[in-house]
């Protein structure tokens, strides 16, 4: 079971917006009422096995997926809907983190959109010097041996956001935004997620390593990053937009990973640009 949320008024659109990894349908509310303001509709995905969607692990709060493709299958099923709903075109898509990934894949898939914005697209996995190696080969033997659905090193069944203090966090500079973030996970403990699988780790990098192959989609894409990015790997972001004809890179001063999430001007930055 998937789910959904729509908002279908929008004289200029609709946006299809892809949520990151651990993410929820709930903590884009803002988001989707800043497009409203705009004049475009929104539709706002929970992936499979997070937020209120099905959740295949024994442990619901571990990241998990069994392929990567499979996520291909939940925008299908979205698609679907979203035609059953006749919902107004243009379609434009957002994407942050995660979703960034699997949004790029859906456009080499030739997703039909008018145009693309990206939110620190995860196009790569940041990690310390020479531990990529280390943690595909650790995912590949737990894999073997029926152990991928083990924490990947470093993480645990915590949800960052409800556990986490505002002081030193990786995601937003605005104090406000983390505590309506922590309000929504401890009023709904369901939407929480923590960590991400082993198998999941491996089956991220496996297509992050074979979207970097690819040449960038004739569609026009605005990506955001922040300068203070400490969540995905910088510099698969600059090569892929550095090629595409129609890209452009926007790096936001003294701001962290969640862009849509971060200080008031900034998220009008974003949201006027977008």
């Not at 993410?23 to 497009?35: A, L, N, P, Q």
Request: include cysteine.
């Amino acid at each position: 079971r998937l789910r959904m949320a729509v908002w279908p008024k929008g004289e200029k659109g609709t946006i299809l917006l892809f949520p990151g990894r651990s993410e929820y349908i709930e903590k884009y509310g803002r988001s989707v009422g800043e497009f409203a303001s705009r004049g475009y509709g929104s539709v706002v995905i929970d992936w499979r096995g997070q937020g209120l969607s099905t959740r295949s692990s024994p442990d619901r709060m571990v990241g998990h997926v069994d392929e990567f493709s499979s996520y291909q299958k939940d925008l299908k099923a979205v698609l679907t809907k979203v035609h059953e709903l006749c919902l107004p075109g243009p379609f434009y898509l957002v994407a942050h983190s995660m979703g960034g990934c699997i949004g790029l894949r859906a456009l080499t898939l030739g997703l039909d959109v008018k145009a693309a914005v990206f939110s620190a697209p995860m196009w790569g996995i940041r990690m310390a010097p020479g531990l990529a190696p280390v943690a595909r080969a650790l995912s590949r033997t737990a894999r073997a041996f029926g152990q991928g659905q083990r924490y990947a090193p470093g993480t645990t069944g915590d949800s960052y956001v409800a556990t986490f203090p505002f002081m030193g966090n990786v995601l937003t500079r605005d104090a406000e935004t983390y505590a309506w973030l922590k309000h929504q996970l401890a009023e709904q403990p369901d939407l929480a997620l923590g960590g991400p699988s082993l198998h999941w780790l491996e089956e991220a990098m496996h297509e992050c390593t074979g979207l970097a192959r690819l040449p960038s989609p004739d569609v026009p894409c605005l990506c955001f990053l922040g300068a203070e990015e400490k969540v995905v790997d910088p510099a698969p972001i600059h090569a892929r937009i550095a090629h595409w004809p129609k890209g452009k890179l926007e790096i936001v001063p003294n701001a962290e990973h969640e862009i849509m999430m971060e200080v008031p001007a900034t998220r009008t930055r974003f949201y006027d640009m977008s």
